[in-house]
């Protein structure tokens, strides 16, 4: 397994990384939109915003991969939620730690913001992302469309501040 890359907190001047990725995960998808002018608005409306934090994976200079977080209140969890609203990495770096290392970055900082809980869903055929999220703890809490939506939870431990 390569480890020579590294997972770091995207700032605002990676719109256009952002973008290029996003692109590349709606083609992997096989889905015509949201265009790459709406991936690009959305991104540094995003990037602007407190309760969102996206974090890039790269080997060398090369973007490799990213997850996108996001932060809110939940009465469900009795404080602060965050959601992994996207993971992806590019099909040539899958298997090399990448999916797996962005997810650790992200509890961190849902650990790191006092949250309580991490959520996330996925299709039931991404049998690599399942395995990753898992073995960090993740449970599967509900199933849509005859299981093939997957939706997972990860409390997280408390400190007392």
Do not use: H, W
């Given at each position: 397994m390569q480890a020579d890359f590294i997972v770091r907190v995207a700032e605002r001047s990676d719109v256009e990384t952002l973008t290029t990725l996003?692109?590349?995960?709606?083609?992997?998808?096989?889905?015509?939109?949201?265009?790459?002018?709406?991936?690009?608005?959305?991104?540094?409306?995003?990037?602007?915003?407190?309760?969102?934090?996206?974090?890039?994976?790269?080997?060398?200079?090369?973007?490799?991969?990213?997850?996108?977080?996001?932060?809110?209140?939940?009465h469900w969890a009795n404080g602060l939620e965050a959601t992994v609203n996207d993971l992806f990495v590019r099909e040539n770096e899958r298997g090399t730690g990448v999916g797996r290392q962005l997810i650790v970055q992200a509890l961190t900082a849902s650990t790191s913001r006092g949250c309580r809980l991490v959520t996330l869903s996925t299709n039931e055929m991404n049998v690599a992302s399942n395995r990753i999220y898992e073995s960090l703890g993740f449970s599967c809490y509900s199933t849509l469309w005859r299981g093939k939506q997957v939706y997972y939870r990860l409390p997280l431990p408390q400190t007392d501040a």
């Open positions: 996003i692109v590349n995960f709606r083609d992997f998808l096989g889905r015509d939109g949201p265009t790459e002018s709406d991936i690009r608005a959305s991104m540094v409306a995003q990037l602007r915003n407190t309760e969102v934090q996206a974090f890039i994976a790269f080997r060398g200079d090369i973007p490799i991969g990213y997850a996108l977080v996001l932060f809110r209140y939940s």
